[in-house]
């Protein structure tokens, strides 16, 4: 989570060598995986909506929407199809859904600014049949489940930065996840941090990579500043293991 797609630099984080086995060794932990930092971007960005009307950041870009968006149409998945999108931060991908036909939207994040900046946000396009909770991923209080498509655009990363046991954390992130996507259902990441061989690696319990899809790469003086994954995985068995 180091920079988004139109190549701004967010906060850097420095990673350790991860060469080796998959997901071996950790990154550094950093602000961006604590809720407190959420918290504290979110109070700004409602501010700067409440005073400018400005959005805030879309994390990877437009792009990265356009993407999902596109792959979404592309696999003819359903108008009416259930969509979580975990972390939605400023809603902004809730409202792309609905502007591209999706009804049954629901949005979550851990932070309460989140929430009401996505509010906010929804309530000036004049959006109400959308589903917003206030809703930490890694200990879902409410039932929800049952979601046709998961979409994660950078909350995994900032869950995997987290300085409290973020290898726990992540392994908690597999478990809601399956725990919430019905069975044949898609999840779909963006993630920056990780190579697609950990991503497999992370997700291999219980979920199959069932396309990548093409993503800009972004050098400079000849080496990969960023590289995103944009992923979609499916539930690989219809018998598979569902976490409780
Ligand atoms: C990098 S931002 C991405 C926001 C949004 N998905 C986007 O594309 O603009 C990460 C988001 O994940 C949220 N988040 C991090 N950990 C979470 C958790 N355990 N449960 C729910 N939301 C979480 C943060 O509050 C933040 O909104």
């Not at 797609?5 to 991860?18: F, I, M, T």
């Not at 869950?159 to 898609?186: C, H, M, T, W």
């Not at 995103?228 to 569902?242: C, F, G, M, P, V």
Request: proline share 3%.
């Amino acid at each position: 989570m180091n920079a988004d797609a139109d190549g701004h630099s967010g906060a850097a984080v420095p990673v350790q060598s991860r060469e080796g086995s998959p997901v071996a060794a950790d990154f550094v932990p950093s602000a961006l995986g604590t809720r407190e930092h959420w918290d504290a971007v979110y109070e700004r960005e409602l501010r700067t909506f409440q005073e400018y009307g400005d959005t805030g950041e879309i994390w990877f870009g437009e792009e990265s929407m356009n993407r999902l968006i596109r792959w979404l149409q592309k696999h003819k998945i359903p108008s009416d199809a259930s969509v979580l999108d975990i972390g939605t931060g400023n809603g902004v991908f809730l409202v792309e859904l609905v502007k591209h036909g999706f009804s049954n939207i629901t949005g979550i994040d851990y932070s309460p600014s989140a929430i009401k900046l996505s509010a906010s946000i929804l309530e000036k396009e004049g959006l109400s049949n959308i589903n917003l909770k206030v809703e930490d991923f890694l200990s879902l209080s409410t039932k929800l489940s049952g979601f046709h498509v998961c979409v994660d655009k950078g909350t995994f990363d900032a869950i995997s930065l987290n300085p409290d046991n973020a290898v726990e954390k992540r392994k908690q992130y597999v478990k809601s996840l399956s725990r919430v996507l019905e069975v044949k259902g898609f999840f779909l990441i963006t993630s920056c941090n990780w190579t697609k061989a950990e991503l497999l690696d992370v997700f291999s319990e219980g979920f199959e990579l069932f396309e990548e899809l093409p993503t800009p790469k972004f050098s400079f003086g000849g080496m990969d500043v960023l590289h995103l994954q944009e992923n979609a995985y499916r539930t690989s068995r219809e018998d598979k293991h569902r976490a409780r």
